[in-house]
């Protein structure tokens, strides 16, 4: 503990997932496993779309982004939970608290950002299929990927920056595995009115926006797959975008399954279980959803792995 009234607390406590010793070991397993799964599984997309010509098209790489953020994501806060259960710590400096914040908060405004650009070219190939070529150019792709990054860099250098302001007292124990913004506000001493303003103002466009966005692309998106005759044709339109609803389904149904739902389980039980699906579950499962799925990733995965694309010179 430091000293009462101390501005300038030099490090937090993480307590972690469990304060059982004797889960640690599991917990360590479970999580370097998951972790091991999501660096691989998402480097397997970012490779295969890479190194497939046929898949640089606006959907795939949109795609790669998201494999990208999700590897970045689970990177700011699963190494260090790991390392701290090794070494058994529990201290994370400030500085990284902070680090970890900006990019955790970052990554999952990306994450939505890139849904919703993803919604727009699924839509713009389902409804207006004669002017995908015009309209999704890649000077567009490439628009649509700044912007997302720029806007999700915006968005947490805001939360970081006025948290910043924030003194912390007498307390530095966040009961959690890593640095998360809703408890940093609980934990400081100062008056965080206007942090939780500027949360919810910020918060609720960067969700909203996307989310209508996505919700507008599968309303045109259903209609026109209703207008298909043959239930083939219906099948094949709707298999181009199976794997996004997937996962659009699987990162708002856990806000919604884990946020909204009055629960019977204790509010730090829940946040953590919140966080654990945020920023482990989703960025693992994301690349087997698109992978097992999708026909076209399938055969480039194949292609990637007899070798062919990393040999081409060979007979
Ligand atoms: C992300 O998108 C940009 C612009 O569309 C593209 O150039 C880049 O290769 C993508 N990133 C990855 C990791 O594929």
Redesign the pocket.
């Given at each position: 503990m430091h000293r009462r009234n101390q501005s300038t607390i030099s490090e937090f406590l993480l307590l972690g997932l469990s304060n059982q010793p004797e889960q640690q070991n599991l917990i360590f397993a479970l999580f370097l496993g998951m972790y091991l799964v999501t660096v691989v599984g998402n480097g397997l997309i970012?490779l295969t779309?890479?190194l497939d010509s046929y898949l640089h098209t606006p959907m795939y790489?949109f795609l790669?982004?998201l494999s990208?953020a999700d590897i970045s994501s689970i990177s700011t806060s699963v190494p260090k939970m790991l390392m701290n259960i090794q070494t058994k710590s529990q201290s994370i400096s400030y500085e990284s608290c902070i680090t970890q914040m900006y990019f955790s908060i970052m990554f999952v405004a990306i994450d939505n950002f890139l849904l919703g650009a993803m919604a727009y070219d699924r839509f713009v190939a389902i409804c207006h299929p004669l002017n995908y070529m015009t309209i999704m150019q890649p000077r567009l792709?490439?628009l649509l990927?700044v912007i997302s990054w720029v806007l999700s860099n915006i968005v947490s250098l805001t939360h970081t920056l006025l948290l910043l302001q924030l003194l912390f007292c007498d307390s530095n124990t966040l009961p959690h595995f890593f640095c998360d913004l809703a408890l940093l506000l609980e934990l400081s001493c100062s008056d965080t009115m206007i942090n939780e303003l500027v949360l919810f103002l910020v918060g609720l466009p960067v969700i909203t926006f996307p989310f209508a966005v996505i919700l507008f692309s599968y309303i045109c998106i259903v209609r026109a797959v209703m207008r298909i005759s043959s239930t083939e044709g219906k099948w094949k339109a709707f298999s181009t975008c199976g794997s996004h609803l997937t996962v659009v389904l699987l990162f708002y149904g856990t806000i919604v399954g884990v946020y909204f739902f009055p629960s019977s389980t204790h509010r730090d039980d829940r946040d953590k279980i919140g966080a654990v699906l945020f920023t482990v579950v989703t960025p693992m499962v994301n690349p087997f959803i698109y992978s097992l799925r999708n026909k076209d990733m399938k055969g480039a995965l194949r292609k990637l792995i007899s070798r062919k694309s990393f040999l081409p010179l060979m007979p």
């Open positions: 970012i779309i890479g790489i790669a982004n990208f792709c490439i990927t």
